[in-house]
């Protein structure tokens, strides 16, 4: 018997058992296609791990970059603050400088 034969068939015996409404309910919830056997689930499960694998190596690639990341703003940071400090003494030298001169 065909898949379409064998639709067919269940759909006239469930209209006899439970009316032709609940029949085209019914079997608008099964698969039009080929139900999916063992060896397609084993197939899905292994394109499943994989890309498990693929994220997991590229969380771990994201966390090295973002810990790049923190340590490059970490050290600009600071040559900002040494930058500043310095300009802050130099302007104040500078203003002692001048003051002293003045004054």
Known sequence: MTEVTARA????RLSEVIGVDNAGTLMSYLPG???ATKL???RLEERIDHL?????HLDDKLD???DEFHFA?????RTYVIASIGSIIS????VAAITGVMG
Not at 9 to 12: C, G, H, M, V
């Open 33 to 35: 296609e080929e139900p």
């Open 64 to 66: 090295r970059r973002m």
């Open 73 to 77: 703003l970490l050290a600009q940071g």
């Open 91 to 94: 302007t104040g030298a500078l």
């Open 40 to 42: 397609d689930i084993r």
């Open 52 to 56: 498990d694998e693929r994220i997991d």
């Open 9 to 12: 068939a269940l759909y006239s």
